[in-house]
């Protein structure tokens, strides 16, 4: 058979198989638009719930808002849903919303990273593709971002549009007068139109997005579309953080701070800061002294703080760790007593190869009181439901065997002063409070436990006036701890495990 | 012409048309391939300069490594660089990187907003699609989310794989055995094949995942293929937080503390106190106080917190803020004066209004002396360069002509207490500093000057020794705080205009 009877023959099959591809794409492309998908069985793990529904509160929880006195109780609920929607407004922003990138799309757009500083003009993709801590891989990068990329046969006209809500958007398309059509520069919706597909990519590959209002971070939805695809992405408005670092300096001294807070317990305190001064002559300690009638406590690197009378537990811990120079700080009781196990160096060495962590816990006479927390934040107005669970803990810390991640520990802990910028002793709790601060912490703090480093208890000798103050009788601090809980937090219900 | 020979035109016309585009398709997606971009011209606007290059120092800035005493010198910059290292490990994840939608894939994923507890099973796209802060709108949302959409041909098997880094994936083929081999089952790579593209998609919908480690705040990030077709998307790991809110309660002095920091100047102090009095009788007041020989305050609702002798202006400002209970805290100055135009309610009522900001600032003796910050980060190890901006502002805060969004403000000022958590007064800074807390903060504060509400200064009558004290000779504080604003905020320079 003859060259072109061969070639024929292969033409005429091509053009068989184009056909039958074209049949079968429209078939398929329209029963990809109205497939009923198969409901897929339930797996053997339960997954998450998905929300919003009521959260369930476990057995033995308490009903917060049985606990609010029921004269106040609509006007503290009115109250705190206006708060905690003012919350969500500055907890939240278009970087929630579910974006999906659609499937067949010619368009090419970024989908992450894309980020800009508020009221500064920047090309897409923006400077983020090579700012220093992006690491964009090859494989990540195709090309210029915007662009139009057809599978589908050639047009006399292509005409891409892009709009956002909060900016402006600029092109240039100035070197292809004629060539290319540019509509709506420097306003939020451009219109880019052009016989040629190349023309019209070097015009997207010039687009630019400004923010038109400043903010320190938010974000804007850019909508992308040609002909019938359509597509959205994120533009996040960024001011950049001017970094907060510590100077570790050389030694621990420059590097922590031991913080306390006391109170009638001078003999307790006295005893500790002796046992300090056995192991760490020169570390800074910090004191907040709410008692009744203060003692002057005086010694090199020790630096007390007179509160009024019994301001209480959390608004001294507060105090002190607001007077801490040094990266991190030592959270220790004042009835506590250094030993030779009391290394905080061990602490600072989890610390410094863990950056991400804000507190590490030690253990107390040898036990470690670490606690998880489960959080399930349920409907919004009824609340959500909050289980501490005893000794919960999650996996330990990768080359610190002695050390496993979890939600709360100990009164002894070491943590990085900048921590407080994630979670507060709210000083409105007293007396009986501790967990409170990892509670509040949640999702924010990364807490770990250690039992590698342990310091050691002073026996009991607590006088009456002390106790009359720290256990008070008939549940007072108890009720406010849970109205606390209901509207500070947002709570239903709260289980302590 | 018969019926069929029209079939048969049009027939050839359609098939001569699909050959057409085959090729063209072949060519334009070949070039667009290897496309060279035509460079656009540049724009009017000058763009945000691209990173990491160092930033140019503005005439008349300071440079800082010319403060840090030589023999220190080398030390001190190791340091700061593996500090500065750190925080960026804290302050960053996958999400910094920039992902690029590839143009024509049959592939569809979330490319926004799929966020999964941390160790819990979640669908994909997950519980966000309906969880309570997500308004997920109809048109963002194409039925199930991960499925592949073919616009080619029909084929005898299809094969996709998904994999992701730090966590598991697990699906459900049980419906289907036979029909679609599962592979990698509650592993990190999950392939997923079939000759039913139907069956495919069905079980595609029912990949969950899992992820392996606990983290309050990280990413992983998924690739998903098909064939020569890949993509990449993020996946937000995010212990869920409990809220933080406070009670407004009903009046004013339920919203607001007033914090003030004394030092020597008690007739100033009880001079402002008593103008407090006239015209907020029950607000709480908080004074923190270093004076050297502190002097009793007492009234009601007015705590005064003694302070180590000369503990300084941060220190101070720090401790009262600890104290503060209400949702926002007034700062003010030892030496100003409460008078008719101190209206702290017409500062609650921007802050309510706008629930984004954490700072307002008034006026002073009718001036409002704000200012804005340009931070360019620069080089990273080199450092970055600050330019203070006296009386620099953006804009007005719609529904507000009288407050402008700004970096800095006055000493003047409502925050909301929790806005220390994201700056905090670096106790470190012990005579003259304002700016400072600002400048930590810039990234994080939303701030606003407003001119509505302001407060008076009383008549200056230091006494030497307050003078020895805030004002010290020799330059010992600023050499201290450039030295400072090397380390701590990694600058190169930084100059105030």
């Known amino acids: 058979m003859t060259g072109s009877t061969i070639i024929k023959l292969l033409f005429s099959t091509l053009i068989f198989l184009l056909f039958m591809a074209y049949l079968l794409f429209m078939t398929s492309f329209q029963a990809s638009q109205k497939m009923e998908i198969v409901p897929a069985k339930t797996n053997r793990l339960a997954p998450v719930p998905v929300s919003p529904r009521p959260c369930t509160c476990q057995p033995g929880s308490v009903q917060l808002k049985d606990r609010i006195p029921e004269d106040q109780f609509d006007k503290v609920y009115q109250r705190r849903k206006e708060e905690f929607e003012k919350w969500k407004k500055r907890t939240s922003s278009e970087l929630s919303k579910l974006l999906l990138a659609p499937p067949n799309s010619p368009l090419q757009y970024p989908i992450q990273g894309f980020t800009v500083p508020p009221l500064r003009r920047c090309p897409i993709p923006g400077t983020h593709l090579t700012a220093p801590q992006v690491s964009t891989s090859p494989d990540q990068v195709h090309g210029d ?169 959390f608004a001294g811990r507060n105090l002190a760790v607001s007077q801490v120079t040094t990266k991190y700080f030592l959270w220790a009781d004042d009835d506590f007593i250094f030993s030779q196990s009391t290394k905080i160096e061990k602490m600072v060495e989890v610390m410094e190869a863990v950056p991400e962590l804000d507190v590490v816990g030690g253990s107390v006479q040898g036990n470690t009181f670490h606690f998880s927390l489960e959080y399930d934040k349920g409907d919004e107005t009824e609340g959500g439901c909050l289980y501490r669970k005893s000794h919960g803990r999650f996996h330990a810390i990768p080359g610190y065997p002695q050390c496993y991640l979890t939600s709360g520990v100990v009164n002894f802990f070491l943590a990085r002063t900048d921590c407080i910028q994630k979670s507060r002793f709210d000083p409105l709790l007293k007396r009986v409070a501790h967990s409170e601060f990892f509670m509040d912490g949640l999702g924010s703090l990364m807490v770990a436990s250690c039992s590698h480093v342990s310091i050691g208890h002073q026996p009991k000798k607590n006088s009456n006036q002390y106790n009359k103050f720290r256990k008070p009788t008939g549940g007072s601090e108890q009720a406010f701890k849970y109205q606390l809980h209901f509207f500070k937090n947002n709570l239903k219900c709260i289980k302590f495990g």
């Open 145 to 313: 971002s915007l662009s139009l990329k057809l599978s589908t046969g050639e047009q006399s006209s292509y005409k891409v549009i892009l709009n956002v809500r909060k900016g402006l958007l600029s092109a240039d398309a100035s070197l292809f007068t004629g060539e290319v059509i540019l509509k709506g520069d420097g306003k939020a919706e451009l219109t880019v139109e052009s016989s040629s597909l190349k023309l019209l990519n070097a015009v997207l590959a010039s687009v630019s997005y400004q923010s038109s209002f400043y903010h320190v971070h938010t974000a804007d939805l850019a909508s992308f579309s040609f002909e019938n695809h359509g597509a959205q992405f994120p533009i996040i408005i960024r001011q950049p953080q001017l970094p907060v670092i510590f100077d570790m300096g050389a030694d621990i001294s420059s590097q922590v701070s031991i913080t306390i807070k006391t109170f009638l317990r001078y003999d307790n305190l006295k005893e500790l800061l002796s046992s300090i001064r056995r192991f760490y002559p020169n570390i800074t300690v910090i004191i907040a002294d709410d008692s009744i009638e203060p003692e002057k406590i005086t010694g090199e690197n020790i630096h007390q703080y007179i509160m009024p009378p019994a301001q209480g537990w």
